[in-house]
């Protein structure tokens, strides 16, 4: 019977960790297709300022739902997902935009990654490099018969 | 590159790893940058809260605000940080009276935010009725308490994210009003 719980538990907590998250519950009527999909794409790509880990649509809070609402009510004014996304980093920053603009205060973002792969990589070919300068160079007669000795003194 | 220099890279990246910690871990992640910050209040006219009127006839607009050094301070009664910072701004508005106290009231209950004021005090000048939150979408608030400086001129100065007590007050507050006034 414990066993029998123990098993649902670890089964509902794995469920609950695998679904994917979908807090948005509010019913937007919308004119067209293409509206509902920029307005699931829009609150998909824009981050929720109070929660710092989750999308609009992925999350509870109430400001969450408020932009949501903001968002529906631009669309259907007939804005541009670029006017809409300006609305939005104008009042909370690039920080709402999960693809943040390419500028000087990001640039360590965008290509931090890209530097650090290349670094590794020049590493990698020095060090290949080194290694191949390091093979043994051939030794004279004299010297094989000198180490040959030290070998043999040390057994 | 000799092997001594292979034997640095590691060193340094330890240390900026260190570096990075240090400076990080100390820094509150829930601290996001204003974009607000050095630019002028959000144009709006709203009505305002008054205490002794059932309804509110004159409209709240950003020329109020200017004049002086304020402080606006979005708060509502379901918020319970706001419950626990008001005492603060009571005290401290009345020991700053050069300093105008704005209230917005976010989302809240009129009523709630009438009862609430008159029993506890007001350290607010006006209160603005922010009743959709579209104001604090305008000055990009996350939720409340959340509080904003502005100096004479209408620019808002400073954002700060949660409960004011007096340490944060002497700390962050009254540098950034000293360096304004």
């Known amino acids: ?155 | 590159m000799n092997k001594r220099a292979l034997f640095i890279i590691p060193g340094l990246l330890f240390i900026s790893m260190l570096g990075l910690l240090l400076f990080g871990l100390g820094r509150d992640p829930n601290m996001v940058p204003s974009a607000l910050v050095n630019r002028p209040l959000p144009e709006f006219s709203l009505p305002g809260l008054e205490l002794d009127a059932a309804e509110s006839i004159a409209l709240i607009t950003p020329e109020d605000l200017t004049g002086g050094i304020s402080i606006i301070n979005f708060w509502a009664t379901w918020c319970p940080p706001c419950h626990i910072e008001h005492p603060y701004l009571v005290e401290i508005s009345e020991s700053e009276q050069g300093l105008s106290f704005i209230g917005v009231n976010y989302k809240d209950d009129l009523n709630e935010a009438r009862l609430f004021l008159e029993e506890k005090g007001s350290p607010f000048k006006k209160i603005i009725v922010d009743l959709d939150g579209s104001l604090g979408i305008d000055f990009g608030v996350a939720g409340a308490p959340e509080t904003f400086i502005v100096d004479s001129f209408g620019m808002i100065r400073y954002r700060h994210v949660g409960v004011i007590n007096h340490q944060i007050w002497e700390e962050t507050f009254e540098p950034v009003i000293s360096s304004i006034q």
């Open chain 1, 1 to 155: 019977m414990r066993k029998l719980f123990l098993l649902f538990s670890f089964f509902s907590f794995f469920w609950a960790c695998v679904l994917p998250v979908n807090a948005a519950i509010e019913v937007y009527q919308f004119d067209n297709d293409s509206q509902q999909e920029r307005f699931n794409n829009l609150s998909d790509q824009l981050r929720c300022p109070m929660c710092l880990n989750s999308n609009l649509s992925g999350s509870d809070a109430p400001i969450a739902a408020d932009l949501r609402a903001e968002i529906y009510e631009q669309i259907l004014d007939g804005r541009s997902n670029e006017q809409i996304i300006d609305f939005m980093t104008q009042r909370y920053g690039d920080f709402i935009n999960y693809r943040p603009p390419l500028n000087s205060g990001t640039f360590v973002l965008w290509f931090g990654p890209l530097i650090l792969l290349l670094a590794g990589l020049l590493i990698i070919w020095r060090m290949g490099k080194n290694s191949q300068k390091l093979t043994p160079s051939e030794l004279t007669v004299a010297e094989q018969q000198k180490l040959n000795d030290i070998l043999a003194s040390k057994k």
